[in-house]
């Protein structure tokens, strides 16, 4: 199993992002996957996950109405849009799948929202 996010980057307040994270080693469309983050000094909390076929989303509350979790499993991916940012979501993002009782991580994307 291998997951490898990207799109991390500095960004002002109220700018966007989209992160991406590319999977492989498993039947991808068969899963839930989520993504967490990581603050400096914080522990990794759920941001947003999404079922195997994309039809049930769950959101932290922090980030609803700010973040959009999306998935195309044509292509292996898990998105999350982030619109709105605030200094608060600066973090280390990270997405995860569980499989096999797993729990697989990626090395994660590092968001700064600053001016």
């Known amino acids: 199993v291998q997951l490898v996010e990207s799109g991390g980057g500095l960004v002002q307040p109220g700018g966007s992002l989209r992160l991406s994270c590319a999977a492989s080693?498993?039947?991808?469309?068969?899963?839930?996957m989520s993504w967490y983050r990581q603050a400096p000094g914080k522990e990794r909390e759920l941001v947003a996950a999404?079922?195997?076929?994309?039809?049930?989303?769950n959101y932290a509350d922090s980030v609803k109405g700010r973040f959009t979790i999306s998935r195309d499993n044509a292509k292996n991916t898990v998105y999350l849009q982030m619109n709105g940012l605030k200094p608060e979501d600066t973090a280390v993002y990270y997405c995860?799948?569980?499989?096999?009782?797993?729990?697989?991580w990626g090395k994660g994307t590092l968001v700064t929202v600053s001016s």
């Open positions: 995860k799948v569980r499989y096999n009782e797993v729990d697989y």
């Open positions: 080693g498993f039947t991808f469309s068969r899963y839930i």
């Open positions: 999404i079922t195997s076929a994309g039809g049930l989303t």
